[in-house]
């Protein structure tokens, strides 16, 4: 069965550059969510779409952007990036409204050197 | 907002004996509770889930029983095995649809 897919698996940035993370999912789903994993934490809500449209928002930095688009696959933007930015980022799609069960992508491990 | 404790942060049991993982919550709106297994590097796996209209439920090894009154959940793993060593999550879906985590639990299984 197809699963959530996020690309790329691994990324190294120094400070102040820019990373995208994408985040394909599981196909007729239309709600995807971003997490965010440092090293021995549980994972953090950044922020959620539903339809195309921002539903939620959470511990995000302004430094932060995503959007989903009309595939439903969703890309985190990541600007000024900083060491405490190092962690990984998971992804998260639902079917839709009325489903609880989260299906997690493999995750980007994102390191700022 | 939705607030989730979990206990205890480590734990060791010797292979073949019961492990127990406790967590509460705070939101009594919250009605879906998923666990997660979470291996070094890898994506949380659900691994069980119980919705507030079940007070117990149970998948081989794996049982998860609800008390929605006292607003607290626990994982109940039974014969574990050494591919039971991981961290496991509780999580509670707050009302606005996103997972809030507990903070984890190591969990060790001893030779």
């Known amino acids: 069965a197809a699963g959530v897919i996020q690309s790329p698996r691994h990324l190294i940035k120094e400070k102040r550059e820019t990373a995208t993370l994408k985040c394909y999912p599981i196909?007729?789903?239309?709600?995807v969510y971003w997490y965010q994993q440092g090293p021995g934490q549980d994972p953090q809500f950044l922020i959620s779409?539903?339809?195309?449209?921002?539903?939620d928002k959470g511990s995000i930095p302004d430094r932060f952007s995503a959007q989903q688009f009309s595939d439903y696959h969703s890309e985190l933007n990541m600007s000024s990036l900083e060491l405490g930015d190092s962690a990984l980022y998971f992804c998260?799609?639902?079917?839709?409204?009325?489903?609880?069960?989260?299906?997690f992508g493999p995750g980007t491990r994102l390191t700022v050197l | 907002g939705e607030n989730v404790e979990q206990h205890p942060s480590t734990l060791s049991v010797q292979e073949g004996d019961s492990a127990v993982i406790k967590c509460t919550y705070s939101?009594?709106?919250?009605?879906?509770f998923p666990w997660y297994k979470q291996e070094l590097g890898k994506r949380p796996q659900l691994i069980i889930d119980?919705?507030?209209?079940?007070g117990e439920k149970k998948d081989q090894r794996i049982a998860v029983t609800l008390n929605k009154t006292a607003k607290h959940f626990s994982l109940h793993i039974t014969e574990t095995q050494p591919e039971d060593s991981a961290v496991y999550f509780c999580?509670?879906?707050?009302?606005?649809?996103?997972?809030?985590f507990g903070k984890g639990t190591r969990l060790h299984i001893l030779p």
């Open positions: 998260a799609s639902v079917p839709g409204p009325g489903h609880d069960t989260q299906y």
């Open positions: 196909p007729r789903h239309d709600t």
């Open positions: 779409f539903y339809e195309k449209m921002q539903s």
């Open positions: 939101d009594s709106a919250s009605n879906y």
């Open positions: 119980i919705r507030s209209n079940v």
């Open positions: 999580a509670v879906e707050d009302r606005d649809d996103k997972i809030i």
